[in-house]
């Protein structure tokens, strides 16, 4: 009997993704993967709501997905939320307009299952194993940290300094590196750290703008190795563009132009804070967690 692929959508604060994909040997082999910015977070800072013209967006966005990965025939769907529909005092009405468009009914993932879930996937991702490794994820609406050892998850904590939320003022840069410095005690109190590995759009875009791609290529991505130094030039290259020009920069991720910088900013202060000049990317996180959790571990 062949083997049936998953679909896995992802609504987050910036983007929505989909993933079809088998999972193989804990691995993730991709069949498909799309992604639609919509800017779902926009605005949710100052109002504590989701926009009606976000939820529309990102709604029409699914649907889009959903209709892209039909030629795959996946044996099941799976449609998760995060940051931006976990603090939305509306988030129940983006539910009911997907439920009533789409038929499919999105799992708010809290954020620890968020975490647990990324980091399995990044991790999964990696062919080098590490001892202690700390782990984030830095999204639209938050950011998730996480301590693992090998792959078992040890401690976590969310903060909410996604790269959405900074772009709009939301936490001024001394509050961000406070939560950072609190974020990091909590998760890794006076231990050795052997690697610090990132995964979500900011770090695998500026390993795509440090690699020079013309077309982003996962299987590059994966273990890439970015130090400070790397980070600073590409800020100082990004820096004076207009968000135009920026988003013309081979391996610059359409609709990142704005935040790009932002997430800069807070890959340097955990560099800073935790003591290690480089991080690890991974281009696995969120999408291939949810897709081999559904598939391997029920």
Not at 34 to 44: D, E, I, K, V, Y
Not at 243 to 263: F, K
Request: with cysteine; net charge negative; hydrophobic share 45%.
């Amino acid at each position: 009997m062949a083997e049936q692929p998953l679909c896995v959508i992802d609504v987050g604060s910036n983007t929505a993704r989909m993933l079809v994909g088998l999972a193989r040997r804990n691995k993730v082999v991709r069949l498909c993967y799309r992604q639609h910015t919509t800017r779902l977070a926009s605005g949710l800072s100052e109002t504590g709501l989701l926009q009606p013209d976000r939820i529309a967006a990102t709604v029409d966005a699914v649907r889009s997905l959903l209709s892209a990965a039909e030629s795959f025939s996946p044996a099941r769907t799976v449609v998760v939320a995060t940051e931006a529909i976990r603090s939305a005092s509306n988030g129940a009405e983006f539910a009911r307009q997907l439920l009533a468009l789409t038929g499919f009914t999105a799992r708010v993932l809290n954020w620890e299952t968020e975490a647990r879930l990324a980091c399995l996937g990044a991790l999964h991702s990696l062919t080098e194993p590490a001892d202690t490794t700390l782990f984030f994820d830095l999204g639209g609406g938050s950011l998730e940290l996480v301590r693992a050892l090998g792959t078992e998850i040890q401690k976590a904590v969310s903060l909410p300094v996604g790269v959405v939320r900074l772009s709009e003022g939301a936490v001024p840069p001394e509050r961000m590196r406070a939560m950072l410095h609190q974020g990091l005690k909590d998760v890794a109190p006076g231990m050795k750290v052997e690697r610090l590995v990132g995964t979500a759009g900011t770090v695998t875009t500026l390993a795509a703008v440090h690699l020079g791609m013309s077309v982003y290529q996962p299987g590059m991505i994966d273990g890439t190795i970015l130090h400070r130094s790397d980070l600073l030039e590409i800020r100082q290259r990004l820096g004076p563009l207009s968000v135009a020009e920026r988003e013309s920069v081979p391996g610059m991720e359409p609709g990142r132009g704005d935040l790009i910088l932002h997430g800069i900013d807070v890959v340097l202060a955990l560099m800073e804070l935790s003591g290690i000049e480089q991080i690890v990317v991974a281009d696995g996180g969120l999408l291939e967690g949810v897709l081999l959790d559904a598939t391997m571990f029920h």
